[in-house]
């Protein structure tokens, strides 16, 4: 069963058009990651899912209601705010147990709903402090639970993680995870950083200017990007892409200038196509000079991690990225081979942007 | 070393704002003769102390009463109106917004002295002056409510939109996230601008005498006028009631000025 139906949803803002001819199914249970530059409308489809915005058409389905007109109260959604939204003139406990205050419910029940939510969350001692007398990723946590204490429908996510340092991030990244499997709740998460989307959506939805690009399992993303916008946007470092033409035998291609470098591109592509090939930094390997095989490049610069190692290279006079667990040494200036397996290799239409 | 010249710069500061206060109430107390005394005498040897007198004397009740059901009234329209019309200015942005500020902005700008004629005309037409406090208390609140709106503007803007889209989203209507988590929050703002408004209100002088005549509907500023006359100068009789006027207005204000120094929304955000 859908628990969120989206169908030709389109927003306005004026002569602005912030959604454009929106259509998503979300099944209940899933944790579902919208996921774009800013300004592409992310935020303004979970805020039209709260009802905190409208929508000039389309219908917007929760539980099989149209909730089209609908005001936020009415649609029993939770939503965590990018700045928490506590309530700085209430303790802890009260902040979130506002909406159960409201819908009237035994004192008994409260009491325990907000117990048992602030047990899973580890606010237990801190339930009759103010907002203003918390760390950041405890307002957090009170967030969460604000959200988790009315056992909603639905839960919106707007970018909680954003404002938490680096460490504190990533260890919230698999809390929230965590907290999606044992309550099963249907959610929506709206970020910028597709490692978030990706290590923990089922589901991911890219957009870009008020259109869907592509949406689909992180994986299936990742391997099979529609288009070259959503192939450099998932994954790190970016997706390479090289302009290029398919030869005479219609197997390999020509890599910048009409007498470049020659790539094997593993399947059947009409002959003399302009193309673009796109090449993840960490499907390139690298070959000594030496090697009679690969693509010729010149170091730029190497980059370290410890792990891992980050190579800016020249490749057909265009800049590219390649990664590689491990170490390596190179002098800027230095030849160096780069293999790549076909199957890895995307090809790209220049013009309309769409995979081939 | 730079701590103890600024506090003695405040120090001195403070002198200078509460002098005439001090002096004020000295002469209160003073005598006729020692008050034109030269060099003068900065505690009165014989204090005088004819509060009680001067109180009677001057049907002081009657003024301070109508000075303050005019202060109250002034207040509480005030506030209705303005705090929804704060609000509504400051969460709605339009090119309208910008023309009702101005036009908010422009009518502070106009004087009571130069508005009292044209009200005058109205209100007589409407048969207002028959009720001239309400009268009073009408045109007053007309005047402050400018100032109340622009500084309770500000504190709303103060107030994270996000907070309201969470009450919102808790279950409130926009109507009861605004009674329970707006004006909460921006509560101070609300409670100092309105002490403003009744300060000033309760020492308002043009409109109540050009619009109250009747000497048992006027107010304590008009009385205080009385005393200065072609012949009589009554400076200690001044003082004193001017001593009564403004102590209770000033022991309000000590009372309250601890709200107006609190950061109530710290720890909303982030």
Known sequence: ?356 | MKRYILLAVALVSVAVYLFPLYWMYVTALKSGTEIFQYPPTFWPPHPQWNFRQVFLQHSMASYLWNSLVIAVGVTAITVVIGTGAAYSLARIRNRWTSVALFTVLMLQVLPSSLMVTPLFVAFNQMGLLATPRLAVTLAQAAKVLTLYIVICRSTFLQVPRELEEAALVDGNSRIGAFFRIIVPLARNGILVTSVLIFLQSFGEFVYSRSLISEKSLQTATVGLSEFVGPQINDWNGIMTYSAIYITPILIVFVLLQRRIVSGLTAGALK
């Open chain 1, 1 to 356: 069963m859908n628990q969120i139906e989206i169908d030709d949803l389109n927003k306005h803002y004026g002569a602005y058009h912030a959604l454009r001819d929106i259509n998503l199914k979300i099944p209940a249970g899933s944790f579902v990651a919208l996921i774009g530059p800013s300004g592409c409308g992310k935020s303004t489809l979970l805020r039209t899912i709260a009802g905190l915005e409208k929508f000039t058409g389309g219908t917007l389905r929760i539980a099989g209601e149209v909730m089209n007109t609908r005001p936020p109260r009415e649609r029993d959604v939770a939503m965590v705010f990018q700045s928490y939204a506590l309530y700085p003139h209430m303790d802890v406990e009260r902040n979130m147990t506002y909406s159960l205050r409201l819908k009237r419910r035994p004192r008994e029940e409260i009491l325990e709903r907000a117990k048992s939510a602030a047990n899973t969350l580890g606010l237990t001692a801190l339930l009759s402090r103010k907002p203003r007398e918390l760390s950041g990723g405890q307002r957090q946590r009170v967030a969460m639970g604000r959200a988790i204490v009315r056992n909603p429908k639905v839960f919106l996510f707007d970018e909680p993680l954003s404002n938490l340092d680096a460490e504190l991030r990533v260890r919230m990244r698999g809390e929230i995870r965590r907290l999606h499997e044992r309550l099963g709740a249907t959610s929506v998460y709206v970020t910028h950083d597709q490692i978030e989307a990706m290590t923990m959506a089922d589901y991911v939805v890219v957009l870009r200017a008020g259109r869907i690009e592509q949406q689909g399992a992180p994986l299936d993303l990742y391997d099979r990007p529609a288009n070259r916008f959503v192939a450099g946007f998932i994954g790190s470092p970016s997706m390479n892409f090289l302009p290029a033409r398919v030869a005479e035998d219609g197997r390999t291609a020509i890599l910048g200038e009409a007498d470049g470098q020659r790539i094997d591109l593993g399947r059947e592509v009409e002959p003399g196509r302009e193309i673009l090939v796109g090449m993840r930094p960490e499907h390139l390997q690298i070959r000594p000079a030496s090697d009679a095989t690969g693509l010729q490049a010149t170091v730029e610069l190497l980059e370290s991690t410890g792990s891992m190692t980050f190579m800016e290279a020249r490749l057909a006079g265009a800049p590219i990225t390649v990664s590689q667990a491990g170490r390596m040494a190179a002098a800027r200036g230095e030849p160096v081979r780069l293999q790549i397996d076909p199957e890895n290799l995307r090809l790209f239409d220049p013009a309309t942007e769409a995979a081939i």
